[in-house]
């Protein structure tokens, strides 16, 4: 199997990114764990996956859905370092122009701001008492 994936660093962790925003990949954590291992696959603290939002979050305004995986295959919550080179990448691909992107985590809303090619990331409150 090939995958397409962009290697991206931030504040010494790095990271393998996935775009999933024209179809899912169908990976599981076995598949995970393979591209994080430094010695057999590409080698990475946590895989952070780019993925096109549901109808209804997109009608609630989310523009991407962000997913993470740690090395161990196991799915995470959130990454600080992370959220910054995602955002790079989003911004980077095209995937987005606006000066700012809402992004729906597993349990929190990111809001990802551009300024000078520098990504900086405000973390808000969780969607569940966001959108009440």
Do not use: W
């Amino acid at each position: 199997m090939q995958i397409r994936f962009t290697k991206m660093q931030g504040a010494g962790n790095d990271f393998v990114v996935l775009d999933e925003t024209q179809g899912r990949l169908g990976l599981g954590a076995a598949h995970y764990r393979f591209l994080a291992d430094r010695h057999f696959g590409v080698g990475a603290d946590q895989i952070l996956t780019v993925r096109a939002p549901t109808a209804k979050a997109a009608a609630d305004g989310i523009d991407f859905e962000y997913v993470i995986h740690n090395a161990d295959g196991g799915e995470v919550e959130q990454c600080g370092n992370g959220a910054r080179c995602f955002a790079r990448f989003v911004r980077d691909k095209g995937l987005s122009l606006q000066a700012a992107s809402q992004l729906a985590g597993s349990d929190d809303l990111l809001r990802d701001l551009y300024r000078r090619r520098k990504a900086k990331t405000l973390l808000l409150c969780p969607v569940e008492r966001f959108f009440i």
